[in-house]
């Protein structure tokens, strides 16, 4: 069995640049991230693959040939990045551009009907509960994409807004591999109430919620620091590992990448949209039933002969009683009264 080799050659750190980067200043506020140039997106495994390949192609016949005794081609290699030694650091995340939510739109999740035919009023036990779904959408539309590299993930937070409409999403979310991400966070709500209905009326009740949306852009500053390497195989057999310290040879300046004070970044930018409940409300709506109005007129009189009635009762009561006349006996004994 062959022993398995393994060379590697390192690119040096201090490599001159053919896409020198510009210094800039190191503070960056709104207005010159917003004014800066739209690069579109660029794959992070595509740069590096490229610088890679650009490597291989001054090099082979000096270094693969004289370890391997024969160049190979680059087409057939595997190439294995390893992202591990690569760090990257988050400006806290700029919206702009932002549209206030205005007046909350109204959605009628329960409608129940309550129908009194009595003279009597009747009462009610209302009880519900429905579920709502809140979406947010987030889209890239300026910046970078890796595969499968989750050191190099980006965390948006929710816009102040959104988060205090208690919507039921979380504080940020983490935009994954993809340049869109869609979040759906269900919402119960519930209601339960005693609904008094008067007689000869029909009362609607509904359950309603108000549900608020949100568009807006947002802009994030990343800085770029470490090394990549890359390593090179040809089926199972390691040729070769670059190492590329140098970054600003793998992220050009023609990709979007700027450098300041602080070091290498690029700036992501994207959009976010949501549509959240906000606040439920119950709402009766009541209306009398055919030939109420006679019946109210015919309780309405009656209510006067009762009024009448209980008026000439209360006024005998200061009459005084009538008293039978009083009869007194009186016996004459021996011609005098006793």
Request: glycine share 4%; hydrophobic share 30%.
């Amino acid at each position: 069995m062959k022993k398995k080799r393994n060379s590697s050659f390192a690119i040096p750190y201090g490599t001159s640049h053919s896409n020198s980067i510009s210094d800039e200043s190191p503070r960056m506020n709104r207005q010159t991230i917003s004014s800066s140039t739209k690069m579109g997106l660029v794959n992070l495994r595509d740069l590096v693959e490229s610088s890679a390949h650009r490597w291989y192609k001054e090099n082979e016949k000096d270094t693969m040939k004289a370890k391997w005794g024969k160049t190979y081609n680059w087409k057939e290699l595997i190439k294995e990045i390893d992202w591990r030694s690569l760090k990257v650091r988050h400006d806290p995340v700029i919206y702009t551009d932002i549209e206030t939510p205005g007046t909350p739109k109204n959605h009628i999740l329960f409608r129940s009907t309550f129908l009194n035919d009595t003279n009597r009023e009747q009462e009610y036990n209302l009880k519900a509960e429905r579920r709502t779904v809140s979406r947010c959408a987030f889209s890239i539309f300026e910046g970078y994409t890796t595969e499968q590299c989750a050191s190099l993930e980006l965390e948006v937070p929710l816009p102040k807004c959104v988060l205090e409409a208690s919507t039921g999403f979380r504080r940020e979310y983490t935009l994954e591999q993809s340049k869109d991400k869609q979040i759906e966070e269900e919402l119960t709500w519930s209601v339960e109430s005693n609904i008094t209905i008067p007689c000869m009326s029909q009362t609607t009740a509904e359950l309603v919620v108000q549900e608020d949306e949100y568009h807006g852009t947002f802009e994030i500053k990343s800085y770029f620091f470490g090394e990549i390497r890359v390593k090179v195989y040809k089926d199972s057999q390691e040729l070769l590992t670059l190492e590329f310290g140098d970054l600003e040879d793998l992220f050009p300046r023609d990709k979007g990448f700027r450098k300041d004070t602080r070091g290498l970044y690029r700036v992501t930018r994207g959009e976010c949209r949501a549509r959240f409940g906000v606040s439920q409300k119950v709402e009766l709506h009541a209306k009398l039933l055919p030939g109420a109005d006679l019946y109210i007129r015919q309780s309405q009189q009656q209510n006067s002969i009762d009024q009448e009635n209980d008026s000439r009762r209360n006024s005998l009561k200061d009459i005084p009683s009538i008293t039978a006349p009083l009869t007194i006996h009186r016996e004459i004994v021996n011609g005098t009264n006793t």
